[in-house]
């Protein structure tokens, strides 16, 4: 599904680089997010971590094997700005600038709309 969305809340991405895991990749699980819980902190075998849904690994916490690929990529939006939104997963979207610059962006900053006639 792509659909054209409108930034009603700038968004800018943390200050880490993002990380990707693949679909047999060993990681460790820590602690959940507080703001979205269905997040969980996980480190890769080279030390990098980020937030990743927890659905896409086969335990809770500690060692686990991820069961899906996944990119922490955010994208840095700002008000009034329309993108492209690709998917969504727990709360947030992967979408495309008018730069072609792709990453997650929180639905909460976002408001769909209707038509997907005249973009880019």
């Known amino acids: 599904m ?7 809340a700038a968004h800018r991405a ?4 993002p990380i ?8 460790t699980l820590g602690e959940r997010d507080s703001d ?6 996980t480190t ?7 937030w990743i849904p927890a659905v ?7 060692q686990a094997t991820a069961l899906g690929d996944y990119d922490t990529r955010e ?8 993108v492209r939104v690709h998917r969504e997963q727990e709360g947030w979207w992967w979408a495309e600038n008018a730069s072609g ?7 909460r900053a976002i408001e769909l709309m209707e038509d997907d006639h005249d973009f880019l």
Do not use: H, K, S
């Open 44 to 50: 890769l075998a080279q030390g990098l971590g980020g």
């Open 75 to 82: 994208l840095a939006t700002d008000i009034g700005e329309i």
């Open 56 to 62: 896409l690994f086969d335990n809770e916490i500690g």
């Open 20 to 27: 990707r895991i693949a679909t047999g990749d060993p990681v």
């Open 36 to 41: 979205w819980p269905n997040f969980v902190w």
């Open 2 to 8: 792509m659909q054209r969305a409108r930034v009603i």
């Open 14 to 17: 943390p200050d880490r680089p």
């Open 101 to 107: 610059e792709t990453g997650w962006i929180p639905a």
